[in-house]
């Protein structure tokens, strides 16, 4: 009688061990295919994706031809490459109105430069090695952010008396994967912002920057800046959708930020 119980136990024991064995083999294998169908579509998926660069051995917005224009105020010249195969015209765009800027530049040998003020004062000059009186001047910027890229345009006019004042500013936000240039109401729409949040973050940044420093108070435009308002919009390195813009004051115009989300 015992006998037979110990043979019984025995086979369930074998039965047991059978059923996990065959059973592991056929999960293992289950998850093993699992794995490679995912790897698959993985490869598939990355395969998709069109690398639109014109130089694959170059980053999608970089810079060549650099020259230093005024060292000292860290005034440079740089021609901006937007590395697309789609953008190729808007290049040449680029291209063209950096030529145009630095046509003229004006130098303190040929300028009759007064040595006093109205009041009898005298004026003080930032004089440079090179002898520029004046120049107009390009500032760029670039971001990157998953799938978006974006290059800041801002253009400055200098002069030894009054140093540098923007008067332009423009920004391209690139959709990596199409090469399209994003529109401004495409941003908006995308980051749930109106153009009255823009005017709003923008006056509350003036109206904080007097209370922070009282030597604006009363030197800040805030409504002329807003009256006619002068900004840009880009997505910034950490994806945040930001406004450049351009502040009127009585002393000088300078280009500030504000992220808007």
């Known amino acids: 009688m015992n006998e037979g119980k110990n043979i019984l136990g025995l086979i369930g024991l074998i ?36 690398d639109l660069r014109i130089d694959k051995t170059k980053d999608y917005i970089y810079y ?75 500032d760029y910027n670039n971001y990157k952010y998953n799938d978006y890229v974006s290059l800041t345009v801002v253009d400055y006019d200098y002069d030894i008396k009054n140093g540098s004042c923007p008067f332009a500013l423009k920004s391209y936000v690139i959709d990596i994967n199409k090469g399209t240039i994003i529109s401004e109401d495409e941003l908006l729409t995308k980051y749930n912002i109106s153009k009255e949040t823009i005017k709003d973050k923008i006056k509350e940044r003036l109206n904080n920057t007097q209370v922070l420093d009282e030597s604006q108070i009363g030197i800040l435009d805030i409504d002329g800046t807003l009256n006619d308002l002068k900004y840009t919009l880009y997505i910034n390195k950490t994806g945040r959708l930001t406004v450049s813009f351009i502040v009127k004051s009585k002393q000088i115009n300078y280009n500030d930020i504000v992220v808007l989300n």
């Open 15 to 50: 039965i047991i061990i059978l059923t996990f064995t065959v059973g592991g083999y056929f999960l293992m294998n289950y998850m093993t295919k699992e794995t490679e169908v995912k790897n698959n579509n993985k490869n598939n998926n990355e395969n998709n994706i069109v």
């Open 64 to 138: 060549e031809n650099g020259e230093e224009i005024i060292e000292e105020e860290e005034i440079h010249q740089d021609e901006a490459i937007l590395n697309f195969t789609t953008l190729t015209s808007l290049n040449d765009t680029l291209r063209d109105e950096e030529k145009k800027l630095y046509q003229d530049i004006k130098y303190v040998k040929d300028m009759d430069l007064p040595v006093k003020d109205e009041d009898g004062n005298d004026i003080m000059y930032n004089e440079n090695e090179k002898g520029i009186y004046s120049v107009k001047y390009r």
